[in-house]
């Protein structure tokens, strides 16, 4: 598995935000941070919120550095509490004058272990930061994009985790699959004021969530897992948000786009991925794979 060398170095800008106002949460790092760049990059003037303030501190100086110090600005936001949201909204309005993007980001690897191990403040914990997140973002978000009365674009980072069984521990993967279904419901309820509700569901991603140093430490915390060669990257998510947030997806909305590498493309996994074909009488033969390991957590 090779690692591409993104690092949001995003060439040139092209405007495809150009005048818009977007709120990151958890933008102080990894996926957020990517988006962060890309988002100034495009032309939009960006609220970077995260409970972080030291990384935060660091996005802000990239930021600065790379020319966008006067469109960029840090909240220090608990995604689970409403107040905070409330607060985080605000500051886009006071600060830029409007809110046209809302990337619900952020989040936690949750409560690890079995179910019937899983304390209820663990499991309450994860589904506060991984869904009521998500919820409060949307009430607000949402109500400040209606006020305002041009539309906008909302975008919850979901994951692969909440499309099936076995791809994630149970509450995070739970909390995932609530995301989607809210994303779907929101969609419904917001379009006629023009905005538009999707998710984003990432496979493998390096990210800080993940504790991978290398790619050899990605390789071996994929384990053959996904089809694609390449190691998931912070920009790979922070794209698709573009697209999300931007014209562009103009009639997308209530939709779960997954940015994984074929991780679910691959199936269950019953036959190698690779070179499969019937033989006479109806059996399989297969040539030039090897045997895939079973499924793990993923993000």
């Known amino acids: 598995m090779t690692k591409r060398d993104t690092n949001s170095t995003h060439a040139g800008r092209k405007g495809r935000l150009e005048g818009q106002v977007a709120i990151i949460t ?21 609220v970077v919120a995260d409970l972080n303030t030291i990384t935060g501190a660091e996005t802000i100086a990239l930021a600065t550095e790379r020319g966008h110090g006067d469109a960029v600005c840090f909240q ?34 949750g409560a690890l272990g079995p179910i019937v191990d899983t304390t209820m403040e663990d499991w309450d914990r994860t589904q506060h930061m991984m869904l009521r997140s998500v919820f409060l973002g949307i009430k607000h978000g949402g109500r400040a994009m209606l006020k305002q009365g041009s539309g906008g674009s909302i975008i919850n980072t979901a ?12 509450a995070y993967s739970a909390a995932k699959a609530g995301v989607i279904n809210l994303t779907q419901n929101a969609a419904l309820e917001l379009a006629p004021g023009h905005i538009r509700v999707n998710a984003i569901a990432p496979g493998f991603v390096q990210t ?12 071996r915390f994929v384990g053959g897992r996904q089809p694609w060669p390449d190691t998931g990257m912070p920009d790979d998510i922070a794209y698709a948000a573009l697209y999300l947030a931007s014209k562009e997806s103009s009639f997308v909305t209530g939709e779960t786009i997954r940015v994984d590498g074929g991780l679910l493309a691959a199936g269950p996994g019953l036959f190698p991925n690779r070179a499969i074909h019937a033989t006479p009488g109806g059996s399989f033969a297969m040539s030039g794979a090897k045997e895939r390991p079973g499924k793990d957590s993923v993000r």
């Open 26 to 46: 958890g933008g102080a790092s990894g996926m957020g941070r990517a988006a962060t760049l890309i988002f100034l990059d495009e032309g939009a003037r960006v």
């Open 76 to 109: 220090r936001t608990d995604v689970s509490q409403e107040a905070d949201i409330e607060a985080m909204v605000a500051c886009a309005l006071d600060r830029f004058g409007r809110l046209d993007c809302l990337f619900n980001n952020a989040g936690l690897g």
């Open 159 to 170: 994951s692969v985790a909440g499309l099936g069984g076995g791809g994630g521990m149970p």
């Open 208 to 219: 800080p969530l993940i504790h991978a140093k290398s790619k050899e430490d990605m390789a």
